[in-house]
């Protein structure tokens, strides 16, 4: 018979017994938080605004040291783009002594299975040549590549002469009548143009190739005028000027003033077609003086001095080529004043309609259609019919102006033609169809422009005559619950309503 275990003992026993417990439970606890750490993956950098992980980098390396010679240099030179990118664009901004021209052909369609994706974006009218991008781990491989090649600033001086290229090749699209074709190859290459439109990217320093982006920006001027991007288009035009070391010149001059006015600023955009006056005169630059005439025309339309904006628009009518090289056309001048015109002396803005038909008939002859000009055009017609008390034909035309408006993307001449078109629904009756338009336009406009943003006068006046008459059918609230409507609907939707 043993002996018994006195409670001291047991009390020892049992705590000793926890005790372990204990730190088997910490040693348990601690292998768990390893087990954790180790299962968590890998810390990502992010490269050109994506999260990269070290394990595609490492794949990214590996594809690279399996590469010949003549690919890796390729690899490397790609990574200057900041978009996708074709043949021909390759071949201009990658070929040199080491990889001459004829070859690149050959050795992009080896390198392309191994670090570059296809890309689908071509638009109508142009070939079936493939075009490609390279994911951020590639370009992340062959940027640092590049750079201890030190070959990396001569590649980016090819890339943005290119991109000046490119921007040439969009103007001269848009004033030859390939406007959709010209605004869709901005867009699509709105990511390398927006590299080489900031100084601070270049080589040398960013004086020395302030010019470069000033041009690029002010080739792409329909882009931020015509097609809506004006916030964005000021925004790189400004910058660009800033580093500019000399005199800035006339055309970047006339560019700023129209998107101060295009942003509702027409007292900001005065002293700078002053300026850009004088810069054309210094520069012997007689073809933007038409284009600083048909500016302060429509500047003086914005403030409501009709008077003013059709004596401008006529001396810019004198001025211009029969078909400009760069700037609004003719025809565009023409519509300008017959909308200046339009409330005032019907005949007279008939007749300038007139007159901007005969001028496109020769334009197309030579160049091709100018659908801005159209959709202003539509635009008179729609102000012209609703005197003449044609309304459902004047509604049509202000339909029409609003698509072709949001065809081009533009939001100044959309929202104000959907604000004209709701004063045809009133004009007939169709209250809630009017109240739709201006919620709609009032979404658009505070999407678009900043607080402080104030419609042109012939915008306002069309405005103030509509709420008028919904204010007499409808009570605060149920306009306020019209708007809203109209703005989940969208003008495209809208637009497309008969």
Known sequence: MGNPRSPSSTS?????TRSASSTGSSTRSAGSTRSKRAAEP????????????????????QGYERCGP?????????????????REAV????????LPAEEIQSVLDRLAPLALLPVDDLFDGEDGAPRYWMPHPMRAVGARRLTARGDRWTVVLHHRRWCVRLARQAADWWQSGRQIDARNLALRELPD??????????????SAEAGTSVEIAVS???????????????????????????PPPARALWLAAYLELESGRPEDADPLLVQAWAAAVRDGDDRCLGMLAHLRGATALFQGRTRAAAAEFREALTLMEEHPEFGPSRELCWVALALTLSRTDPEAAQEALDQAVLDTDARRAWTGRDLWADAWAHHARAELLAWDGERERAAEHARRALRTHLTLGTAVGAACAAELLAQMRVMVGRMTSAAHLLGAADLLRASVFEETYRPAEYC???????ERLLRRRFDDGQLRRAYEEGARMGLFALASEA
Do not use: K, N, Y
């Open 220 to 246: 792409l001027w329909f882009l931020w005028v015509a097609c809506g991007r004006v916030a964005e288009g000021r925004t790189r035009l400004r910058h660009a000027l800033s580093l500019h070391s000399g």
């Open 12 to 16: 020892s026993t049992g705590s000793s």
């Open 193 to 206: 143009l927006s590299a080489a439109m900031d100084p601070t990217t270049a080589p040398i320093s960013p």
């Open 42 to 61: 890998p810390a990502t950098e992010l490269l050109w605004g994506e999260p990269v992980s070290p394990d595609q980098l490492t794949a990214a390396e």
């Open 460 to 466: 306002v006046t069309s405005r103030d005559r509509s």
């Open 91 to 98: 071949r201009e901004v990658c070929a040199s002594g080491t």
């Open 70 to 86: 003549a690919e890796r240099l390729l690899w490397e030179r790609l990574s200057v783009f900041e978009g996708a990118f074709g």
